[in-house]
């Protein structure tokens, strides 16, 4: 008898519906084709155990599975609930007519509980895309499954239930969710906040800048000033999420397995991967593709702590990712794309010691050191980090200060309403939502300056030996300060404060 059952497989973070045929016939054996991978050509033993400790058994015939498309490789556990329903039905132990209408996929344990698996969202995406009347998954993952509405969506702890469902004979009904309520629910302000910090007002309000217009920072400072406290910090002044943003990100946590029984994610990331990260694992990719730290940061914060000690090769990786704000991962078999729009964050000592330009602390480096130190990070790397700040350590005066400093909530609110402004400006270009994604003819459009604006940035230039590279960041970076003041032009005032902002483009730190 031939039997027709459905599961799904995951590619970057689009699911592609996979039919299971079973067939059993007379004879001996059990033949599994369609480029399934060990994972799966293991599942035999599994069901075997499963359906014999629930009161079934494994036919004693010649069972055969295709998995088709055929020419698609197939990985992961995921496909056990799948098969083993097939094998049921075609072998005559169970009656299930409507099985053609459900997606099924869960991977089985030994006495028929079912484990979690990954890209339940994706998958669900696509069992309503291509209409199926309901899909049925491990309950761990019923609820970031249950946001797609107008499919019925069942959490089943073991293979009995789908049996029972099946035959008529259960009473398990489908997870509902209110998307736009689990959204609401839980947009609980994040853990750390801006008011906990003593002093750094101008560090504070760089960050600030950054947040506004989406800009990629690097805080440089020696050991102790509050670089990486400060870092943490900057997702809470990020604008909310919306549900757009929340459901790209959700899908690729859940690509990833990270959810935990999570509905929707609603909180920005903020991922601070060690610097002793590989390529893969930041950018993705491997033997069975995974999106890595970059496109888990996806709408959210990217921290690199540390950044000269990551090695080099890692971080011109990133270089193409800033750009596009996607990854491509490329091999011989397969080519998947992750989503990576994220802002970068990065600290560092001014020098292998820490204490470069410091008065206070004595001059332990010798120029060479320096040199090779700073030079292991590349100058297109640099191009595409917008504002360099200095972050000096906080005086005992201001740590033992007791008055409340100004709180994330207050300036996020500050930033939303930037963010507002940028939103209409470029509501006719897809391609760009906030200021640092201006190309050079948008700069050229929306920063035009004046004449003594004209004149400043030229004197800064020349006096301070700015970098050309210089030139197009100072404007990005002053849109947003006038931004921040609600002001249609870029003036004076704010190309002087967004030139303060380029410490790593003048002589004596890169060369």
């Avoid at 994972?39 to 599994?46: C, D, F, L």
């Avoid at 702890?157 to 398990?172: A, P, R, S």
């Avoid at 800009?215 to 990486?228: A, D, Q, V």
């Avoid at 999570?262 to 991967?273: K, W």
């Amino acid at each position: 008898m031939l039997v027709k059952v459905f599961g799904s497989a995951v590619f970057g973070v689009e699911a592609t519906t996979i039919t299971i045929e079973v067939n059993i016939d007379k004879g001996i054996g059990y033949h599994l084709v369609g480029l399934p991978d060990n994972a799966i050509k293991e599942s035999s033993y599994r069901i075997a155990a499963a359906l014999k400790n629930n009161g079934y058994s494994l036919p004693g015939k010649k069972i055969t599975i295709n998995m088709a498309p055929a020419d698609l490789r197939k990985e992961g556990s995921a496909y056990d609930l799948t098969l083993a329903i097939g094998i049921l039905i075609a072998s005559g132990q169970i009656q299930a007519e409507e099985s053609a209408q459900y997606l099924i996929m869960g991977e089985l344990s030994l006495d028929g509980s079912l484990q979690p698996i990954r890209g339940a969202l994706s998958i669900a995406i696509k069992a309503k895309e291509e209409g199926f009347k309901g899909f049925f998954l491990p309950k761990q993952n019923v609820k970031e499954a249950a946001i797609v509405s107008g499919l019925d969506v069942y959490g089943v702890e073991n293979l009995q239930e789908v049996i029972d469902f099946f035959e008529g004979n259960g009473t398990i009904q489908p997870t509902q969710i209110n998307t736009q309520e689990e959204f609401q629910k839980c947009l609980d302000f994040p853990e750390h906040d801006f008011s906990d910090v003593k002093g750094q007002e101008s560090i504070k309000r760089c960050m600030e800048i950054a947040a506004a217009g989406g800009h990629n920072i690097i805080l440089i400072g020696p050991p102790g000033s509050g670089k990486t406290m400060l870092a943490k910090r900057l997702p809470s002044i990020l604008p909310p999420m919306t549900l757009r943003e929340s459901l790209e990100t959700t899908k690729i946590h859940s690509v990833a397995g990270k959810l935990k029984e999570i509905g929707l994610m609603n909180q920005r990331p903020f991922r601070s991967p060690h610097h002793t990260i590989s390529n893969v694992a930041l950018v993705g990719g491997g033997s069975y593709p995974q999106p890595g730290e970059i496109s888990m940061a996806h709408n959210g914060v990217l921290f690199l702590d540390e950044l000269p000690e990551f090695k080099r090769e890692v971080l011109e990786v990133m270089r193409q990712p800033l750009e596009d704000r996607e990854v491509t991962i490329s091999r011989a078999k397969f080519t998947v794309t992750y989503p990576s729009s994220f802002m970068l964050v990065a600290s560092m000592n001014p020098s292998p010691s820490g204490f470069f330009n410091d008065p206070s602390a004595p001059a332990t480096s010798s120029p060479n050191e320096m040199q090779r130190y700073l030079s292991k990070i590349s100058g297109p790397l640099l191009d595409r980090i917008d504002i360099h700040i200095e972050v000096t350590p906080v005086p005992f005066e201001k740590l033992s200060d007791n008055r409340k400093a100004e709180s994330s909530h207050v300036i996020r609110e500050r930033v939303t309403k930037a963010r507002e402004l940028q939103s209409v400006r470029f509501e006719n270009i897809p391609t760009v939502n906030y200021n640092a994604q201006m190309s050079t003819k948008l700069i050229r459009e929306f920063c035009a300056l004046d004449e003594t604006s004209l004149q400043l940035l030229k004197t800064a230039m020349e006096r301070l030996n700015l970098s050309a590279r210089a030139y197009d960041r100072i404007l990005k970076v002053s849109r947003t300060i006038a931004d921040l003041e609600g002001s249609d032009l870029v003036g004076a005032s704010h190309i002087a404060e967004a030139i303060q902002y380029r410490s790593l483009d003048r002589e004596g730190w890169l060369g």
